[in-house]
Nanobody, 126 residues
Framework: QVQLVESGGGSVQAGGSLRLSCAAS????????MGWFRQAPGKEREGVAV????????YYTDSVKGRFTISQANAKNTMTLQMNSLRPEDTAMYYC???????????????????WGQGTQVTVSS
């Protein structure tokens, strides 16, 4: 049974930082393509950052490049998203996702990710 549990969300002022974590069970984070996605009210879920296996290449949506960093921690079997210089437009529910054996790596598109967490809310005020 694969479970992904996000934590670290909260409310910050613009310019602040948050660090999101995704704790995985039933799946080894370094063996699966994983990503962070977000969904704001009334908008579609969008890809924020993805990290691939076999070298850990990372990709980001343009709006977060230079501000967000995705990484994996083998010892804790977690994936993190360090978010700096937060903006009000970053406000959304953030979800952790993994392709796993049941899915495939679809980059910043949602379709290939088989496992999803419940989400953690990030609110950035101006």
């Amino acid at each position: 049974q694969v479970q992904l549990v996000e934590s670290g969300g909260g409310s910050v002022q613009a310019g602040g930082s948050l660090r999101l974590s995704c704790a995985a069970s039933g799946l080894t984070v370094t063996s699966s393509c994983m990503g962070w996605f977000r969904q704001a009210p009334g908008k579609e879920r969008e890809g924020v950052a993805v990290i691939y296996t076999r070298g850990g290449s990372t990709y980001y949506t343009d709006s977060v490049k230079g501000r967000f960093t995705i990484s994996q921690a083998n010892a804790k079997n977690t994936m993190t998203l360090q978010m700096n210089s937060l903006r009000p437009e970053d406000t959304a529910m953030y979800y952790c996702a993994a392709a796993g054996r049941g899915g495939y790596c679809s980059g910043l598109l949602t379709g290939g990710y088989f496992y999803w967490g419940q989400g953690t809310q990030v609110t950035v005020s101006s």
